[in-house]
């Protein structure tokens, strides 16, 4: 398989101007969880950038639980996020729920995100497959490493060999947290693959208090990036990951703290 440690024994390095994922450096993608207007994004993005971020995180296009909670401002999102990013030198990331969509949103982010409910989108993977775009592929949260692995082939299998692989936690028993990170996921995943490995504590743990103690733990368990939450108003953001999302000063501290742990090797 195209996804495997055997048929490609090098890691895979997904080189985006003068980023390298997977190459040995930790790539920090942050940002809130929405797009919620042009200031927003703007201000978030000159953050992430002044705390040392690499990549601006956002959705424009929300994949919500219910019908009726906001579904993210569209288009004109992915407009505001594209500017802030080339205003402040960051790279961008944001999702895409439907392969419609895959064009427009490739015009203007640099890293596509499949969202954990569309992980198994087989039509979305194949299209995602065709573009010229690196996607970042979050594990579906009650899917096993090698239905994840599958999913990474159908992109793969489409032409498409920048593919990073994300783990945002899992569906358990526990309650107390939104997901349980699997920290296994980062060596197993690295073990059976080449591709990068992400992780997302923000998603993964689904508390603010729990994010900066599930970032270290991820990176010394190998992981070639981060993709966090942070907002500037969490208790007013316009979905509920405000409760996950970190203050920028929790946001810049925390990488602070980064840079004296990675990279290790
Ligand atoms: C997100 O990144 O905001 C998101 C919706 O993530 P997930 O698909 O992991 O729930
Ligand atoms: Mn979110």
Redo the contacts with the bound molecule.
């Keep these: 398989k195209l996804a495997s440690r055997e048929f490609h024994p090098e890691n895979t390095v997904i080189q985006i101007g003068d980023v390298k994922i997977g190459g040995g450096e930790l790539v920090v993608m942050g940002g809130p969880?929405?797009v919620e207007s042009a200031e927003q994004i703007d201000e978030i993005a000159r953050l992430v950038k002044a705390a040392g971020g690499q990549v601006l995180?956002g959705?424009a296009f929300?994949?919500r639980t219910g019908p009726y909670s906001f579904q993210g401002v569209g288009v004109e999102g992915l407009i505001m996020m594209a500017e802030a990013g080339k205003k402040h030198g960051l790279l961008t990331i944001t999702?895409v729920m439907t392969p419609e969509y895959v064009d427009i949103c490739a015009e203007y982010a640099d890293i596509l995100?499949v969202?954990?409910?569309n992980m198994q989108n087989f039509d979305l993977l194949r299209k995602l497959g065709e573009v010229r775009k690196p996607v970042l592929l979050?594990r579906g949260f009650s899917a096993t490493y090698d239905e994840l692995l599958n999913a990474a082939e159908y992109i793969l299998a489409g032409g498409n060999p920048d593919v990073m692989l994300c783990e945002?936690g899992i569906r358990t028993f526990e309650s107390y947290t939104r997901n349980t990170l699997d920290l296994s996921a980062i060596p197993v995943l690295q073990h059976l693959s080449h591709l990068p490995v992400i992780s997302?504590p923000s998603?993964g743990t689904g508390r603010r208090e729990l994010v900066e103690p599930m970032t270290r733990a991820s990176v010394a368990a190998g992981a070639d990036g981060l993709?966090i939450?942070m907002h500037t108003d969490p208790d007013n953001s316009m979905?509920g990951?405000g409760v996950q999302s970190l203050f920028p000063d929790q946001f810049a501290r925390l990488l602070r703290e980064l840079e004296q742990l990675s990279p290790i090797i």
Aim: aromatic share 0%.
């Design positions: 969880c929405a995180r959705g929300k994949p999702e995100q969202g954990t409910r979050k945002r997302d998603h993709i939450e979905t990951d």
